[in-house]
Every structure is written in C-alpha cells, then in structure tokens.
C-alpha cells in the first residue's frame, strides 16, 4: 500500500476530493430542488430522481466541459506559444525533449507500442492528449445540452410554458450564458499561472520554478 501511495499519491487524492465534492453538490443541490419543488407546491423530488434530471446534469455538466476545454487549449497552446519566465512554458529558443521524433527510438524496447508500431496509430498517439482533451470537451458539451434542455423544460412547464428540445436549448442565451461564463472564468486561471509563475514560486511544486531562479528564465 506505502508503495501504491508513492507512486499513485497525486492522482488518488485528486480523484478522491473529485468523488467528495461531488457527492457534496449533489446533496447540496437535491436540497435546493426540494425547496425549489416545496415553493410550487410540487412533491419534492427523491434523492435517486435528482440525480437523474437535468438539473444535476446541468450543473455538472457545464463545468466539466470548460475543465476540459481549458484543458485541450493548453496543451495544444503550449506546443507552439511562448512566455519569457513562466514555469509553464517551454524555453523561448531551441529545442525539448517533449519535441523530440519518437521515430527516432523506434527499435527502443521499452518504447511504448504505438511508437514502435509506427505510422497512423503512431500520428494518433502522439497528439493523444489533446484528442482526448477535445473529445470529453465534446462529450461534456453534449451532455450539458442535453441535462440543461431537459432542466429548462421542466421550468418551463411548472411556469405553463412549452418544453423546448436540444437543439433549441443550443439556440438559446441561457445555454451560451452557462458556457460562457465558465470557459472566461478557466482561461483566466490558466492565465493567472502562466504569468503568476513568472514572479511567484512554490517550494517543491513542479508547476514552479526553482526558488533561486531568476523571473527572465523561462520553463520549470
């Protein structure tokens, strides 16, 4: 176990407060819809119903697709743009490892298998993260969509509204108020610590420079 936490310490307690916090909005947010119900004169909804609407789908939903679409642009961004003195950017000049032409270790045994089987599952491999990134960018869009037109048509209704499809939530300023006010919001934090990193350091982290480095020297 001491061995497992060594190696898997960063991961296993970000997904475990990943898990507790979500737990914690769901448990916060079937509160507020039973408040919600109560204030309408609606029978409150069952813990299991909550996490079935499109309410929750909503919620989580239209934060997980800016987490990854902030994401995917950063690593795509960092591949050809520059900042003089941040830690999260690669040197103004010359040449990383992270450019480095796998195909060049191709015959290296402990390569992974896509480079050593080389040609279009190598292309795939080699932009993989961001191709991922963009992917559940894409899914999360979806299902915010989808979770955010069901959530409105049920306003709607206890309003004595119509309900609206998908593809009609999509056309509407609510939707795009939701995007929009979380994609500004993640930029701007990686923003903050492309330039933060610049002047401000942290002991120990790798997303810092060394303490003693000077604020013109660029990469971590």
């Known amino acids: ?27 916060a947010g079937h509160r507020v819809e039973v408040a919600e ?28 697709e800016s987490e990854f679409l902030q994401m995917a642009a ?8 520059r900042q003089k ?49 963009a992917l559940l960018f894409l899914l999360s869009f979806v299902a915010h969509a989808l979770g955010g037109a069901a959530d409105y048509s049920q306003e709607q209704l206890l ?3 119509a309900p609206v499809s998908t593809l009609e ?12 006010q979380n994609w500004q919001s993640e930029f701007l934090a990686v923003g903050s610590i492309v330039v933060l990193s610049i002047f401000l350091r942290q002991r120990g982290s790798p997303e810092s420079k060394p303490v003693a480095a000077p604020h013109a020297e660029t990469g971590g």
Do not use: C
């Open 159 to 161: 309003h004595g509204g």
């Open 37 to 64: 119900s109560r204030e309408h004169g609606e029978p409150p909804p069952s813990y299991g119903d909550y996490l079935t609407s499109g309410g929750f789908a909503e919620a989580t939903f239209e934060n997980w």
């Open 85 to 133: 003195g941040s830690a999260e950017s690669k040197k103004l000049e010359g040449r990383e490892k992270v450019d480095a032409d796998p195909r060049r270790v191709r015959d290296r045994e402990n390569a992974p298998w896509p480079v050593r089987r080389g040609g279009f599952v190598l292309t795939l491999y080699e932009h993989s993260l961001g191709i991922a990134f």
């Open 169 to 180: 939530y999509l056309g509407a300023s609510r939707f795009w108020f939701e995007s929009f």
């Open 74 to 81: 950063y690593v795509v961004l960092t591949v050809r743009l």
């Open 1 to 27: 176990m001491s061995n497992a936490w060594r190696e898997n310490g960063l991961s296993i307690v970000l997904f475990g407060l990943f898990l507790a916090f979500l737990v914690a909005q769901s448990l």
